[in-house]
């Protein structure tokens, strides 16, 4: 999913045609904000629901609604049924080995901390190191974090150049024998930069380590294969890939899982419990306790079939020539600096106006019905690395149109309008 490459675009422009006719999918793009058509690039925060995601929420709760794995009532078994054949859904679409190997989990965040506190206890010691890179979301910083001042553990950050881009050797020079762990991002939120996740697993494994890739802005846009990635875990958010939110995907290798102690105690969690002694469920179940997000899941799988539909290298192509179109009319406004320039881009354009606050930018966008995110993304440290509190981000999705992309550059024509 290189963004610009000449052959992506030509492919891509037939491509693009289609993606029109799915908007109509989409029952809120057709929404008027501020007396402007709704123009929503705010999808690296969340996505919009199609229709049969809406549609999969209310049959479950009109026909299904029951508890799960506990009833012998038909409802509670049709719920059950349902609820377990997403699981299948999702382990085909990242091609896991086994449906055991794929917890659902709220989102990528819980995902991460359930990795890093159940792992955390049987591999840290004192003076053992975890690896990360400058780019990473607060959710993938702050678990290691955590969990490296649990266990006396040092936490490491491989640098990044001013494009955005990992410093190889800066990566590989920082694993060693020490590297217990390493977690990265397979595509950055507020840069939009492709991270080499398939070199960086196979440096990580000559040392040993173990490999966590936080696939939040991954999954929804290029097409994930954890067998052929060799990672040991693989993390993604339901919302972020048309899906509700409050749910989301931890897969793992399965020989770490069973190794792995349970992250939280409850209900079908466990095969017995008495006071003296409790025994733990089976994969995946020891680490789901408590009820989960069943109509969420349900819901997920019809966002995972939707997107397998359509293709998810159609999206990527789209998506692809969407920001090489968003980044040239971009590129041609004066004062405008674009935060991230990786060769290996997704569909993220992060930009400063100078002499204009990124929140300015955003309230003037929705003046004009235009969504997109202003602020630090989470990504606080990438901040830091630019020298900047703040960026405007435009990100896209399978719905947005290259007209989308005109009223944004036409709206950061009015924000300099307004503050020169
Ligand atoms: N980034 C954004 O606007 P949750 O909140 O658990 O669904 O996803 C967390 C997360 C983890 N990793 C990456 C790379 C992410 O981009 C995100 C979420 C959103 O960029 C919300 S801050």
Redesign the pocket.
């Known amino acids: 999913m290189s963004a610009s490459t000449p052959a992506n675009i030509a492919n891509a422009s037939s491509v693009s045609r289609d993606f029109l006719n799915l908007r109509k999918d989409f029952p809120i793009l057709s929404t008027v904000m501020n007396g402007y058509p709704l123009v929503y690039l705010d999808n690296?925060?969340t996505t919009q629901k199609p229709r049969v995601v809406i549609d999969a929420l209310t049959n479950y709760y009109t026909t299904t609604n029951a508890n799960i794995h506990r009833g012998v009532h038909q409802l509670s078994q049709n719920a059950t049924e349902q609820y377990e054949a997403v699981r299948e859904t999702v382990r085909a679409f990242i091609n896991a080995r086994q449906v055991s190997e794929i917890i659902f989990v709220r989102?990528?965040?819980e995902g991460i901390n359930l990795v890093a506190q159940s792992l955390g206890r049987i591999r840290l010691t004192p003076g053992d190191e975890v690896v990360i890179t400058a780019m990473e979301?607060h959710?993938?910083i702050v678990p290691w974090q955590m969990v490296c001042a649990q266990h006396g553990a040092r936490l490491r950050v491989a640098p990044m150049n001013d494009a955005g881009e990992l410093l190889w050797d800066e990566y590989e020079s920082l694993l060693n024998e020490k590297t217990k762990i390493t977690a990265f991002?397979q595509i950055s939120?507020a840069l939009g930069t492709i991270n080499p996740v398939e070199r960086m697993v196979e440096a990580a494994r000559k040392v040993g380590a173990i490999t966590l890739v936080?696939g939040?802005?991954s999954a929804p846009h290029t097409s994930v294969d954890v067998q052929k990635m060799g990672c040991d875990f693989f993390v993604f958010?339901g919302?972020?890939i048309y899906a509700p939110t409050g749910i989301?995907v931890l897969y793992g290798r399965r020989e770490l899982l069973e190794e792995m102690p349970p992250y939280q105690g409850g209900g079908d969690m466990i095969s017995y419990v008495t006071f003296e002694k409790t025994a733990y469920n089976e994969l995946p179940y020891k680490f789901e306790a408590g009820t989960p997000n069943i109509a969420g899941t349900i819901g997920l799988g019809a966002a995972l079939n939707y997107v397998t539909a359509i293709g998810l290298d159609r999206i990527a192509a789209h998506e692809s020539e969407l920001l090489a179109y968003g980044t040239s009319r971009l590129q041609d406004i004066d004062g405008l600096t674009i935060i991230g320039t990786a060769a290996q881009k997704a569909g993220v354009l992060s930009f400063i106006l100078k002499g204009v606050h990124p929140h300015d930018i955003g309230t003037i966008m929705d003046e004009r019905g235009i969504a997109i995110?202003t602020g630090h993304?989470?990504a606080q440290p990438v901040m830091d690395r630019y020298e900047i509190p703040a960026t405007a981000r435009a990100s896209l999705g399978l719905y947005n149109t290259k007209e989308e992309i005109d009223a944004l550059a036409e709206g950061i024509r009015k924000v300099f309008e307004v503050f020169t």
């Open positions: 690296a925060a989102g990528a965040t979301h959710s993938n991002t939120n936080d939040a802005q958010s919302h972020k989301g995110r993304h989470c």
